[in-house]
């Protein structure tokens, strides 16, 4: 199992930006489908954001347009650029390898904060 390390996350005002990085452990070149998902503070985890090997990438509703989510094989990173940032975006955000939007491959980890100010 790959483990994942997420980072950037931080203090932003409403209408900026932010960069998460998710650093794996081996090769994610064989995986087939990483994803960014977000605890927001009071709800369930939810999926925000789907990429897969070749590129595929998929978002739910309240961040189309927004967020773009990206890999890079070479490095063994996933990124996800917010824009347009705004207070309901404020959470933990996670990445994972995969399976659905309530199954992942491995452990949960630590996360990184994304606080969004008005």
């Known amino acids: 199992q790959v483990q994942l390390v997420e980072s950037g996350g931080g203090l932003a005002q409403a209408g900026g930006s932010l960069r998460l990085s998710c650093s794996a452990s081996?090769?994610?070149?064989?995986?087939?489908?990483m994803a960014w998902f977000r605890r927001i503070p009071g709800k369930q985890r939810e999926l925000v954001a789907t990429?897969?090997?070749?590129?595929?990438?998929t978002y739910v509703d309240s961040v189309k347009g927004r967020f773009t989510i990206s890999r890079d094989n070479a490095k063994n990173t996933v990124y996800l650029q917010m824009d347009s940032l705004n207070p309901e975006d404020t959470a933990v955000y996670y990445c994972a390898d995969f399976v659905s939007r309530t199954l992942i491959r491995g452990s949960w980890g630590q996360g990184t904060q994304v606080t969004v100010s008005s």
């Open positions: 990429i897969t090997k070749t590129g595929t990438a």
């Open positions: 081996r090769s994610i070149g064989s995986i087939n489908t």
